[in-house]
Every structure is written in C-alpha cells, then in structure tokens.
C-alpha cells in the first residue's frame, strides 16, 4: 500500500512563492499519475494539478494555471507543486493524491 507524506505548506504573505512536496513510499512511484487538491475552510476540496506517469504531460485548474508548476522525480518517489505570487484564496490544505490513496495535508495561509 502506497503512503504519502506532504511537506513545505505554511504562513506566507500574498505575492510570494511556495514549493510543496509529496513523498510516496510502497509500491512503484512512476506507475502512477500524481496529482495535488486543496481544500479550504468550509469548501469541497477541488483539483489543482496533475502530472503524469513520465512528467510530460501536466494540468492544472483555471485558478492556478500561468504561476503554478507540476514536477517529479521518479528516483526519488516525490512530486512538487510550486505555487507563484500567491493570493489570500489560495489558503487551504493541500493534499497530494495518486489512485485512491491521499496524504495527510500540508496547511498553506496566505495573508494579505
């Protein structure tokens, strides 16, 4: 059974960059599409990016896409998702996911 363990989430003021990581462990990393969702207070957790197996195709929602970057390292089983020029809306827990499986969270505030 795969596991997931987010890191690198935290208090940072509108404007500035975060990178998050996501570390797997268990069964064949690079079998997989990895993907990250966020949830904030009192809302549905909703998609904000996908890689695929190889990394070359990636996706991301409407609300991130032009300052947000998808990547992987198969050697080393983790996945990042580096969010640019962060917006207050952008505070919510972020969750790696692969298949079924999803990490605990990693919390990012944005302050304004």
């Known amino acids: 059974q795969v596991q997931l363990v987010e890191s690198g989430g935290g208090l940072v003021q509108a404007g500035d960059s975060l990178r998050l990581s996501c570390v797997a462990s268990?069964?064949?990393?690079?079998?997989?599409?990895m993907g990250w969702f966020r949830q904030a207070p009192g809302k549905e957790r909703e998609f904000v990016a996908s890689?695929?197996?190889?990394?070359?195709?990636?996706y991301f929602s409407d609300s991130v896409q032009g300052r947000t970057t998808i990547s992987r390292d198969n050697d080393k089983k983790t996945v990042t998702l580096q969010i640019n020029d962060l917006k207050p809306e952008d505070t919510a827990v972020y969750y790696c996911?692969?298949?079924?499986?999803w990490g605990q969270g990693t919390q990012v505030t944005v302050s304004s």
């Open positions: 268990g069964r064949a990393f690079s079998r997989y599409s």
């Open positions: 996911n692969t298949d079924s499986v």
């Open positions: 890689i695929s197996r190889g990394g070359g195709t990636t």
